[in-house]
């Protein structure tokens, strides 16, 4: 039994060595990137290199929106008093969201997995969460019936009906 543990532990030192013989050879002919050999590789595979500044200006401005309870307080006294004209104006995001809800296509991709599909499907709006619906999926035993394909779906769609399109 020692000579066994003896002999693995020799073992287990030569292989060490070995592999850090290994690893100093080849790490010695590696080279390290600098800024003059990213702009070779860029004009040798016609890519463009920008610089932070040139990247922040393609970036699209976007403004925070602050609002405080003094600006919500003085928008709901101004709701009060023209109840009338909100009366239309909801009416006008009524129609809005009734044209905005129209049924459109999705496409899933063959291989994507069930979790990416619903994750696929919140980012899209046509359900609210998630993970709710994975575990709605899993509950009725049809996570694994979900196909890919184009499918026509509306934003705000129940978990069953979803899952009705999904499986058919």
Do not use: W
């Not at 690893?23 to 890519?47: M, P, R, W």
């Not at 619903?118 to 709710?132: N, S, V």
């Not at 934003?155 to 499986?167: F, H, N, R, T």
């Amino acid at each position: 039994m020692r000579t066994n543990l003896r002999a693995f532990a020799i073992g287990i030192l030569f292989a060490t060595g070995v592999m850090g013989v290994a690893y100093s050879i080849v790490s010695a002919g590696a080279t390290t990137l600098n800024e003059e050999s990213v702009q070779a590789y860029a004009a040798e595979n016609d890519l463009h290199v920008l610089s932070k500044e040139e990247y922040d200006e393609l970036l699209p401005k976007v403004e925070p929106v602050e609002e405080t309870k003094n600006d919500q307080k003085e928008e709901v006294k101004e709701e009060s008093n023209s109840n009338e004209v909100a009366t239309e104006e909801e009416k006008e995001e009524v129609e809005e969201k009734e044209e905005e809800n129209e049924p459109f296509e999705i496409v899933i991709p063959d291989g994507m997995a069930t979790y990416e599909i619903t994750a696929l499907l919140a980012r899209e709006g046509i359900i609210e969460d998630d993970k709710k619906f994975d575990a709605y999926l899993e509950d009725k035993n049809i996570a694994t019936k979900v196909r890919s394909g184009t499918f026509t779906m509306k934003k705000g769609m129940s978990y069953e009906e979803a899952a009705d399109v999904l499986i058919k």
